[in-house]
C-alpha cells in the first residue's frame, strides 16, 4: 500500500502561482511513476502531468505545458506540482497518485494504483 495525502491547493487570482505537494507513505515511493490529475464538477478525471520513478521523465498534458512544472524527491517521499500563470479553468480538486513504472509514463487513470484525497485549488478572473 502507498498513501498519498496532497497539501497546497486554494484560493488563487489568475495570473498567480500554487504549489502542490504530495506526501508519499508506505512501499518504496521510489517504485513509483508519478502523476497528478484533476477533476472538476461535472468533468472527468483530467490528466496534468507525471514524473518517472527517476525523476528523469516528465510529461505534461498540453493544456498546463509551459506553465506547470512536477518535481520529486525521493529522499523526501514528495512530489510537487508548481503551477504559475493559473487560468480560471484551471480550477478542480487535484489528485496526487502512484503508479508502479512500466515504461511509458502513465497518463491514464487506471495505470495508477494509489490516489490520494485530493486539494481544491480555485482560480478567480
Known amino acids: 500500500q502507498v498513501q498519498l495525502v496532497e497539501s497546497g491547493g486554494g484560493l488563487v487570482q489568475a495570473g498567480g502561482s500554487l504549489r502542490l505537494s504530495c506526501a508519499a507513505s508506505?512501499?518504496?515511493?521510489?517504485?513509483?511513476?508519478m502523476g497528478w490529475f484533476r477533476q472538476a464538477p461535472g468533468k472527468e478525471r483530467e490528466f496534468v502531468a507525471a514524473?518517472?520513478?527517476?525523476?528523469?521523465?516528465?510529461y505534461y498534458a498540453d493544456s498546463v505545458k509551459g506553465r506547470f512544472a512536477i518535481s520529486r524527491d525521493n529522499a523526501k517521499n514528495t512530489v510537487v506540482l508548481q503551477m504559475n500563470r493559473l487560468k480560471p479553468e484551471d480550477s478542480a480538486v487535484y489528485y496526487c497518485?502512484?503508479?508502479?513504472?512500466?515504461?511509458?509514463?502513465?497518463?491514464?487513470?487506471?495505470?495508477?494504483?494509489?490516489w490520494g484525497q485530493g486539494t481544491q485549488v480555485t482560480v478567480s478572473s
Open positions: 514524473i518517472s520513478w527517476s525523476g528523469g521523465r516528465t
Open positions: 497518485a502512484a503508479g508502479l513504472g512500466r515504461g511509458a509514463l502513465p497518463i491514464r487513470p487506471y495505470e495508477y494504483s494509489y
Open positions: 508506505g512501499r518504496t515511493f521510489s517504485n513509483y511513476d
